[in-house]
């Protein structure tokens, strides 16, 4: 079956401008995360989604970056004002929903903040 | 401050051979453990996890071992083949709570035929 899938593979954008991610989270599955990895770095959780509400948005590093997921399928990651540390790969993972099941992770979006 | 660590950046092993990767972390809080392999371009794919309650896991030719006193888990490849070349990560969470998994730098493993 089809994996996670992200759109774009790349972005490439300029300081101060405004970015949408987007993440297809494999059918039937409940639980959606996102993650940041910067370069050298293992994956930092960002947010995780739980249907349609965001259950705990504790790795969201500040008030520019903002995720939703209306209908509880796709997911779109924003971030306003971007900013040169932005720049890393950003990955999202979804799993079946229940306790300590397994995270299957998307190709990641690369962004570039010039 | 790094929960998780993977001090070894890289690590090279003949193919045929046994190939070990280390982790540590420092909170006793995290009963849950993880492996992740990713290849370049790809996303990281589960490779294997492990529970506080048990101190090894086996997979075929993968086990992972915990010890929990000292905070240590490993992954043990035997044998290694060229197609485990990958950058691998360890991960930790608690089971039942917190959702999001907390990852180690990760290790560039290299087999070599």
């Known amino acids: 079956g089809a994996g996670v899938s992200q759109t774009p593979s790349n972005k490439v954008t300029e300081k101060g401008k405004y970015v949408e991610l987007r993440c297809d989270p494999i059918?039937?599955?409940?639980?959606l995360y996102w993650y940041r990895q910067s370069l050298g770095q293992g994956p930092e959780f960002l947010i995780y989604f739980q249907g349609t509400g965001a259950a705990d948005d504790s790795g969201l590093p500040n008030d520019r970056f903002f995720a939703v997921r209306p209908e509880g399928s796709v997911s779109t990651l924003k971030i306003q004002r971007t900013e040169r540390g932005d720049s890393a790969v950003y990955l999202c993972a979804s799993s079946i929903g229940l306790a300590s099941d397994t995270q299957y992770f998307g190709p990641g979006t690369r962004l570039t903040v010039l | 401050d790094q929960q998780v660590k993977q001090n070894s950046p890289s690590l090279s092993v003949q193919e045929g051979r046994i190939s070990i990767l280390n982790c540590d972390y420092t909170?006793?809080?995290?009963?849950?453990f993880l492996w992740y392999k990713k290849y370049p371009a790809e996303g990281p794919t589960f490779l294997i996890s492990?529970?506080?309650?048990?101190d090894k896991n086996e997979d075929g030719r993968f086990t992972v071992f915990l010890n929990k006193s000292a905070k240590h888990l490993s992954l043990h490849i035997v044998p290694s083949q060229p197609g485990d070349s990958a950058v691998y990560f360890c991960?930790?969470?608690?089971?039942?709570?917190?959702?999001?998994?907390?990852f180690g730098s990760g290790t560039q493993l290299t087999v070599l035929p």
């Open positions: 991960a930790v969470a608690v089971s039942g709570s917190a959702r999001q998994l907390t």
């Open positions: 492990i529970s506080s309650i048990k």
């Open positions: 909170n006793s809080m995290f009963d849950y």
């Open positions: 059918s039937g599955h409940t639980a």
